[in-house]
């Protein structure tokens, strides 16, 4: 069977890591590497051996040899590339968040419906095995009805220069990180009817960091139709690696995931070691080093599932489609209009 062609869109953080898995998949071939910076996109070629390279994303969607293009640029132009690539006749891996503003995302989900291109929504929490193995348990009724569920993921600040502008990120922590919990629970429990949000106030208002426009510190409440409530946290100010941690409380028990820092290995060194986990300021003392974050944060599994649909007919999983994506940001769009408003939002 022929391989399924890729272009990556975005050559540095996202991109790298969308790369070294890409290369672990039989059946996937990267073809083409686009990114403004050109160092990024010639040190990417020369890294991993890609025979084509371009400068805008849009240029890349336009060649002919690509089945799908993997968008991995900064939050503001993922509907737009995704738009255009659709319109052109390409499937569609998008990073999250989907959009960064409501009419974006009106529009992707348009361009996705009439163009009727396969469109996947990365969130890789509904990929990461530790979560998959906490949702068969619920499936099966291991901790009977859910009613609270508590998401996180923090850390120490984005190193992305795009995320310091609302313009290219849309926001704070809360789009950039609190994307994931939202995008998880709406897996698990589908739309909440209400949610309430409340952020620092960006700027100078922020705990630590006066130089991002968004918030870096972000709560909300999803309260969603069976009576069921989630919290969800994305924040900025947390030292030490980043940590993303599910909760969920039933009527027979409950589950704690630690996603990040749940691994078997500890390490003490004096002097430090290579690496840790993601964000990790320092690595000298004791440690909780990842095993492979490629496999534990999920993203190993979610592009595997991604190739097998459009190699092999798979069925999409729920949670990952068009629908999904622009799900997940009508409730963060609502948080932010909560936080703004200081008022609950209603999704009904
Ligand atoms: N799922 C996850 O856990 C996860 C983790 C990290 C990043 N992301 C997402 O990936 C995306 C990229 O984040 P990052 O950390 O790699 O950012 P980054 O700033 O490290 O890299 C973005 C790259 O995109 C390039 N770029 C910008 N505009 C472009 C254009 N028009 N055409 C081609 N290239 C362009 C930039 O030059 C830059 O090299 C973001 O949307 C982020 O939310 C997701």
Known sequence: MKNVRIGIIGAKF???????????????EVVAVADLEEKARLDFQKKYGIAKIYGDGTELIKDPDIDVVDICVPNFLHAKIAIAAMQGGKHVICEKPFATTMAD????????????????????????????????IIKNGGIGDLFFLKGKEVHNGSHSPYAKKIEYCGGGCIIHLACHPVGYFHHLLGMPSKVAGFCSP????NFIHKDFEGEDWGLGILQFPNGAKAQIEGNYITSGGMEDVVEVY????????????????SVCSTKGI????????FTHGWTRPAVNENESLGYRNELGHFLSCLKDGTEQMHGTDARSGFNTFRIIDALYRSHREGKTISLD
Not at 202 to 205: A, K, N, P, R, V
């Open 202 to 205: 960006g700027g100078d208002g």
């Open 274 to 281: 290579d690496y840790a986990v993601e964000k990790a300021e």
């Open 14 to 28: 996202a991109g790298g890591f969308h790369m070294d898995v890409w290369k672990t998949i039989p059946g996937a």
């Open 105 to 136: 995302a009106d529009k992707a989900m348009e361009a996705q419906v009439k163009s009727g291109m396969k469109f996947f929504y990365a969130e890789d929490w509904l990929f990461a095995p530790a979560l998959q193995r906490m949702e068969t």
């Open 250 to 265: 039933g009527s027979d028990g409950r589950i704690r995931v630690d996603i990040t820092f749940g691994g078997p290995l």
